[in-house]
């Protein structure tokens, strides 16, 4: 039964841990994330653009042909030759520039004193100083009853300074466009190396006027900008400290 109990418990500890998920990948490289389906909706084939009336379905098979209205290759939802090229409308892609040089410094100093100082008794009082003795212990002179001080300092100073620069492109889809115009964005990038795996997402909204002429947008101009960059595999792993030592830092109070 111990054994039985033992057993289960290294199980429950081992599996908490993640520890078969990372044996079943040992010797493999990580595995990249299944790109989703990107929401594009349905654009009405034009002479411009016949290659559009001929995409696959999701079972392979050519999606069946919408009959136009007319031969003009400006009719709306067509792919005019003049249309504004840049990203408008759920489906679109906009080139995201990423610039971070972000340096920042910090220092500060607190520096507080304080002393006090009480003196009082009872000289004289009708007489009733001298009874004073009686109600509190020794023998205590009414002329000086309290005579109290206080001092007290503290000091403290903190200092912080922060480095960071990243500089890359990524291309995002347009998932959403809200009332008023701007434009949801989400962007993923994957790239493995050997062993090990970056990643990069941005998500954010975005203005169409923001949009240069190429078709990109500057990082500063996301509004609810979410940038991530990070990775897996080797060394990530190798950067991390053990889950044991994890664990006795999150739980010893010293």
């Not at 101009?221 to 990530?236: C, K, M, N, P, V």
């Amino acid at each position: 039964m111990k054994k039985l109990l033992s057993a289960l418990l290294l199980a429950s500890m081992l599996s908490g841990c993640g520890v078969p998920g990372r044996l079943a990948n040992v010797g493999k490289a990580p595995k990249m994330t299944p790109m989703d389906d990107p929401a594009a909706p349905l654009i009405e084939p034009s002479l411009g653009n016949q290659a559009a009336a001929h995409r696959a379905g999701r079972n392979g098979q050519p999606a069946p042909e919408t009959p136009a209205n007319s031969a003009s290759l400006f009719r709306t939802g067509a792919g005019a030759f003049f249309r504004d090229q840049r990203a408008s409308r759920v489906g679109d892609i906009v080139t995201i520039r990423i610039n971070i040089q972000d340096k920042a410094v910090v220092g500060n100093s607190t520096s507080r004193s304080r002393a006090g100082s009480e003196n009082g008794g009872i000289a004289a009082l009708l007489g009733l100083e001298s009874q004073i003795g009686k109600v509190l212990p020794g023998n205590p002179d009414p002329a000086q009853l309290v005579n109290t001080n206080s001092n007290s300092q503290s000091q403290g100073s903190g200092n912080t300074a922060r480095s960071e620069q990243i500089n890359m492109t990524v291309a995002a889809l347009v998932t959403d466009v809200l009332p008023n115009g701007n434009l949801l964005i989400r962007g993923r990038q994957e790239v493995r190396v050997n062993f090990e795996l970056r990643e990069l997402i941005v998500s954010g909204v975005i203005r169409p006027e923001d949009i240069a002429r190429d078709n990109s947008i500057r990082h500063s101009q996301i509004a609810e900008a979410r940038i991530s960059y990070g990775g897996r595999g080797q060394l990530t792993d190798a950067q991390q400290a053990r889950w044991g030592q994890q664990i006795y830092d999150a739980l010893f109070p010293f």
